[in-house]
């Protein structure tokens, strides 16, 4: 997707390459960020927003769903408990974004181990999100390369999404971001890795669900697809870390991991910075650092 779609002023000079500096004017615009969301994950989604600076809004009604759009900086359509209803209330925020050039991600939850979701995510990509964040199962099925994870959880690695993550952005021009021991976010045939995060962040409901609410709060602070999903997934990293330094299991770490993204300071993600990286060499079609 055309980055100029995000932002009528488009992003200032060196947020492409500056987490930092995404996360800092994340703080100072607040973005409002809709979230049409999995019913388990809500409260979690709500206060992760909060945490990183953004406001959220839960509009997922039918009705009003749309026209919230026209208010948010940014929206997040995960598929996690897609009621009918629900799925109703996403493609009329979907089509309302895609009409007004809201930036959007979309989170395909479960796709390929669930066929209703997986039919339906196929209906939403064709309204241009400008971010697919997923797990390397969920990418993969999106492309039919693969039959998906166990329930949510992935069964593939991020580097084995790779291809697949390129072949979907070529395809649809949203950036794609994998989520990983490492991940990877893939605009077109270029791919960023980011490094770091604590594996506690997967022992807590919403922790990836609510990481595709901050990609889309930064995204629409950065005015970059790439760049707010670079900041997001660095941002989650160094939360984690200092999270499970602290925490003594899941419980404990649930409520350090959101005081960490508070307290994260653009210094810190640019301090993360040596840990964002091109593809490794040898793969330089897909080369570029963040």
């Given at each position: 997707?055309?980055?100029?779609?995000?932002?009528?002023?488009?992003?200032?000079?060196?947020?492409?390459?500056?987490?930092?500096?995404?996360?800092?004017?994340?703080?100072?615009?607040?973005?409002?960020?809709?979230?049409?969301?999995?019913?388990?994950?809500?409260?979690?989604?709500?206060?992760?927003?909060?945490?990183?600076?953004?406001?959220?809004?839960?509009?997922?009604?039918?009705?009003?769903?749309?026209?919230?759009?026209?208010?948010?900086?940014?929206?997040?359509?995960?598929?996690?408990?897609?009621?009918?209803?629900?799925?109703?209330?996403?493609?009329?925020?979907?089509?309302?974004?895609?009409?007004?050039?809201?930036?959007?991600?979309?989170?395909?939850?479960?796709?390929?181990?669930?066929?209703?979701?997986?039919?339906?995510?196929?209906?939403?990509?064709?309204?241009?999100?400008?971010?697919?964040?997923?797990?390397?199962?969920?990418?993969?099925?999106?492309?039919?390369?693969?039959?998906?994870?166990?329930?949510?959880?992935?069964?593939?690695?991020?580097?084995?999404a790779i291809d697949a993550a390129v072949a979907l952005s070529a395809r649809t021009?949203s950036v794609v971001a994998v989520s990983g021991e490492v991940d990877a976010v893939?605009?077109?045939?270029?791919?960023?890795?980011?490094?770091?995060?604590?594996?506690?962040?997967?022992?807590?409901?919403?922790?990836?669900?609510?990481?595709?609410?901050?990609?889309?709060?930064?995204?629409?602070?950065?005015?970059?697809?790439?760049?707010?999903?670079?900041?997001?997934?660095?941002?989650?990293?160094?939360?984690?870390?200092?999270?499970?330094?602290?925490?003594?299991?899941?419980?404990?770490?649930?409520?350090?991991?959101?005081?960490?993204?508070?307290?994260?300071?653009?210094?810190?993600?640019?301090?993360?910075?040596?840990?964002?990286?091109?593809?490794?060499?040898?793969?330089?079609?897909?080369?570029?650092?963040?």
């Amino acid at each position: 997707m055309d980055d100029a779609r995000l932002s009528e002023s488009g992003p200032p000079e060196g947020t492409d390459s500056e987490p930092g500096a995404v996360i800092e004017l994340l703080r100072e615009t607040a973005p409002l960020v809709q979230c049409v969301t999995n019913a388990v994950v809500v409260n979690f989604t709500a206060n992760a927003l909060l945490a990183v600076g953004a406001s959220p809004v839960m509009a997922d009604v039918p009705g009003e769903a749309g026209e919230c759009v026209g208010a948010a900086s940014a929206l997040l359509v995960n598929l996690g408990t897609p009621s009918g209803e629900q799925r109703e209330a996403m493609l009329e925020a979907a089509e309302a974004a895609d009409a007004s050039g809201t930036p959007w991600v979309l989170d395909p939850v479960g796709v390929g181990a669930l066929g209703l979701r997986t039919a339906f995510a196929q209906r939403l990509i064709a309204l241009r999100p400008t971010v697919v964040r997923g797990n390397a199962s969920e990418i993969l099925a999106l492309t039919g390369s693969g039959a998906g994870g166990r329930g949510v959880d992935a069964a593939d690695t991020v580097d084995a999404a790779i291809d697949a993550a390129v072949a979907l952005s070529a395809r649809t021009g949203s950036v794609v971001a994998v989520s990983g021991e490492v991940d990877a976010v893939v605009d077109g045939d270029r791919v960023v890795r980011v490094a770091g995060g604590s594996a506690l962040l997967t022992r807590v409901t919403g922790g990836g669900c609510s990481l595709g609410a901050v990609v889309a709060a930064a995204v629409a602070a950065a005015g970059s697809g790439r760049a707010g999903s670079v900041t997001a997934h660095a941002l989650y990293a160094v939360a984690s870390e200092r999270a499970a330094a602290r925490a003594e299991g899941p419980g404990s770490f649930a409520v350090a991991f959101l005081d960490a993204l508070a307290a994260a300071t653009p210094d810190d993600l640019s301090a993360h910075a040596p840990r964002i990286a091109a593809a490794p060499p040898g793969d330089e079609a897909r080369g570029g650092g963040a």
